[in-house]
C-alpha cells in the first residue's frame, strides 16, 4: 500500500489531485530574484555589449540588428543549452531560407494573392508546429518562424523577396552563438552537468535537514520534503539534455536518470510521511516512534552529507568516496518495539500510521544507498577509473 501512496503522490504532485492528497496547495519555493537569475541577466548584459563591440570593430550587415537579434540567441542558460540553440538555431533559419527561396520562385512564376498567402501560412503553420511539438528543436521552429516574413515579405511587387534582412540575422545569430560560448565556456563557466551536480548536493543536504526536523518538535509544523529536491528533479531533465551538446566528462551521462528516479522517490515517500503527521495531533504512541527510531536524523544527515560530497567538482576526489550503506531497519526496529507497547487504548489512534512511517523511512536510506552507488559509477568513469 505505502508503494502505491508513492507512485501516486508522485504523479499527481503540483496539480489538483496532489493538493487534494496533501490537504494543502503545492509551493514551489521558487523566488522571483536569486542568485542564478541575477547571474544569467548580467551575463546576458555583457554579452550584449560585446556583441556591440564586435559589430562596431567587424562591421557586420545589419549595423546594430546584429546585436538586437542576438539578445534573442545569447539569453540562454549554459554552454550545453547555447551550443543546442546554435546549432539547431541555424539549421531553422536555414530551412527557413530555402523555403523562402522556393515560394518565391514559385510566386515569381504564378503571383496570386492566394498562392502567397498558401505559402506564407503553411511556412508559419510548420515553424509554429515544430516549435510547439518538438521540444529538443523548438529553436529551429522559431527561427525558421521568423526568417520566412523577412526572407519572403521584405519587398513587394513583381520581385518577390529580399535576403538582405536574412543575412543579418543569419550574421547575428553566428557572432551571438560565438561570443555566447565563449562567455559560458571561459570568460563566465556555467556547464549544465555542474549546475546539476551541485542542485543534487544542494537537495540532499536540505534532506537531511527535513528529517532531522521531523524527529524534532513540534511535527505538526513538519513542512515534507524540501522545495529544492523537487525543483532539482524538475530542472535536470532540461540540463541532461543541455549536457548532450557538451563533450567529455561534461557529456550527459545515462546514468543520472537512474539518480532523479531515486530522488523523485525520496519526495514522495517525505510527501507521504507528511501526509501521514499531518492526519492527527501528537500522541503518545507516535512519540514512541519518534523516540526508537531518535538515531535515524543522525544517520540520516552522516550518510546523506558523505552522499552529497560524492558530487563535487573534481571527479577524482569524488571517486576516492566509496558508496554508501545505509540499512536502518525501522519497519523492523518499530515491529518489535511495537510488541512491547500492548493494545492502543484510544479509538481514534491508528497503530498502522507508524509503520507506514517507518517503511517510508526504509525506502528512503534504500533510494540514498543507490543514488550513492550511482554517483560512484559515474565518478569512476569521468576518472578514468
Known amino acids: 500500500m505505502t508503494t502505491s501512496h508513492n507512485a501516486l503522490l508522485a504523479r499527481l504532485r503540483g496539480h489538483l489531485g496532489g493538493e487534494l492528497i496533501a490537504f494543502r496547495p503545492f509551493a514551489i519555493g521558487t523566488r522571483l530574484l536569486d542568485m542564478n537569475s541575477l ?3 548580467t551575463k546576458l548584459v555583457v554579452i550584449i555589449l560585446l556583441l556591440l563591440v564586435e559589430e562596431g570593430w567587424f562591421g557586420f550587415p545589419g549595423s546594430s540588428q546584429v546585436a538586437f537579434y ?36 514559385l510566386t515569381s512564376r504564378l503571383p496570386y494573392f492566394p498562392l502567397l498567402l498558401a505559402l506564407v501560412f503553411l511556412g508559419e503553420f510548420l515553424a509554429n508546429l515544430a516549435y510547439q511539438r518538438l521540444p529538443r528543436y523548438s529553436a529551429a521552429g522559431l527561427q525558421a518562424g521568423l526568417a520566412l516574413p523577412f526572407a519572403y515579405l521584405a519587398t513587394t511587387g513583381p520581385e518577390w523577396g529580399s535576403f538582405a534582412t536574412v543575412r543579418t540575422r543569419f550574421a547575428g545569430l553566428v557572432v551571438a552563438g560565438f561570443t555566447a560560448v ?69 557529456h550527459a551521462d545515462p546514468a543520472y536518470n537512474g539518480i532523479l528516479g531515486c530522488l523523485q522517490e525520496i519526495d514522495a515517500n517525505l510527501e507521504y510521511v507528511h501526509f501521514l503527521v499531518g492526519l492527527e495531533e501528537e500522541q503518545p504512541l507516535r512519540q514512541r516512534f519518534f523516540q526508537v527510531l531518535g538515531d535515524y536524523p543522525e544517520q540520516a544527515r552522516s550518510n546523506l552529507t558523505r552522499v552529497a560530497q560524492q558530487f563535487q567538482r573534481c571527479p577524482g576526489r569524488a571517486a576516492r568516496l566509496e558508496p554508501v550503506c545505509w540499512q536502518p531497519d525501522a519497519a523492523g526496529r518499530w515491529e518489535n518495539a511495537f510488541h512491547d507497547v ?10 498502522s500510521r507508524p509503520a507506514k512511517i517507518a517503511r517510508c523511512l526504509d525506502q528512503i536510506a534504500r533510494a540514498v544507498e543507490r543514488v550513492s552507488g550511482i554517483a560512484w559509477e559515474i565518478n569512476l568513469r569521468n576518472s578514468g577509473g
Do not use: C
Open 39 to 41: 547571474r544569467s541577466s
Open 70 to 105: 542576438a539578445t534573442f540567441f545569447a539569453s540562454t542558460g549554459n554552454l550545453g543549452r547555447q551550443n543546442k540553440t546554435d546549432l539547431v538555431g541555424l539549421a531553422g533559419l536555414l530551412g527557413g531560407f530555402a523555403y523562402g527561396v522556393v515560394a518565391a520562385f
Open 182 to 250: 565563449v562567455v559560458h565556456a571561459y570568460l563566465w563557466p556555467v556547464l549544465p552537468m555542474r549546475q546539476l551536480r551541485a542542485s543534487i548536493a544542494a537537495a540532499l543536504r536540505a534532506t537531511a535537514e527535513s528529517l532531522a526536523q521531523l524527529f524534532g518538535a513540534p511535527r505538526p509544523g513538519w513542512e515534507g520534503a524540501p522545495p529544492s529536491l523537487g525543483e532539482t528533479v524538475t530542472r535536470a531533465r532540461d540540463l541532461l539534455d543541455d549536457a548532450r551538446y557538451l563533450p567529455g566528462p561534461e
Open 342 to 351: 500492548g493494545p492502543v487504548p484510544d479509538r481514534d489512534i491508528d497503530p
